[in-house]
């Protein structure tokens, strides 16, 4: 018997939201989301991605831990 991937992975958190300073550095970790998968082995293993244009000039997102990672200064007047 082996296991079918039957489940869809579920947040921990229905919306995630990260507040960085203006004057935070680059390369700063400022949050992390988590999900968890019931399916087993192979099935459950998470793959994070963000579908946004704008968000890979400004953040990146480790696919496999979920940490946001700052990739250029902010300037919240632009």
Do not use: C, H
């Amino acid at each position: 018997v082996t296991d079918t991937n039957d489940n869809p992975p579920v947040f921990r958190e229905n919306v995630y939201s990260f507040d960085i300073p203006e004057n935070a550095v680059r390369g700063s970790k400022f949050g992390q989301v988590q999900a968890v998968d019931p399916d087993l082995g192979m099935n459950s293993q998470l793959t994070y991605t963000v579908i946004s244009d704008w968000a890979n000039d400004v953040f990146s997102l480790n696919p496999q831990s979920g940490v946001f990672t700052l990739t250029s200064r902010l300037d919240y007047e632009e």
